[in-house]
């Protein structure tokens, strides 16, 4: 039985932090923000003066409160901090500005559930596609 905490924030983090120690790249900096925007404008403001200027948001609900953080601490988007969240909802293209997203092709299911029990552990090698089920849907925040 798989622990429903694996399927979170936590392990996503835990590949980003793997992919870039893998890669030589330094720890990113990583914080929560709230999807109903409460201290999104505080995080926004210290990762500015930390030199941040790109947002990978775990999902399109926390990066649409990231956009509401960028908006609230005077900064613009793209230009001062970009942002792509991942799930293409549909509120993601009518955010202002629209938001950058990457999108799961839902009839490659076999693919993602595949992939998800490669990283659990629970399956012995990746699946294989000829035409992996993610695309970025580029929009104006990045």
């Known amino acids: 039985m798989v622990d429903s905490t694996e399927f979170g924030v936590l392990p996503r983090r835990a590949e980003v932090l793997a992919a870039c120690a893998s890669r030589g790249l330094p720890e990113p900096l990583a914080a929560e923000v709230a999807r109903n925007g409460d201290g999104a404008r505080e995080t926004i403001e210290a990762w500015h003066r930390e030199g941040v200027t790109a947002v990978a948001a775990y999902n399109d609900e926390v990066a649409l409160a990231v956009l509401y953080g960028i908006r609230e601490a005077g900064l613009s988007c793209p230009g001062d901090i970009a942002v792509i969240g991942c799930d293409d909802i549909p509120a993601a293209s009518v955010a202002y500005p629209p938001l950058s997203t990457i999108s799961i092709d839902l009839s490659a299911v076999d693919w ?17 596609a000829e035409v992996p089920p993610l695309s970025a849907r580029r929009r104006a925040t990045t």
Do not use: C, D, F, I
Not at 112 to 128: C, D, R
């Open 112 to 128: 993602v559930v595949g992939s998800v029990l490669h990283v659990l552990g629970l399956a012995e090698a990746p699946p294989t």
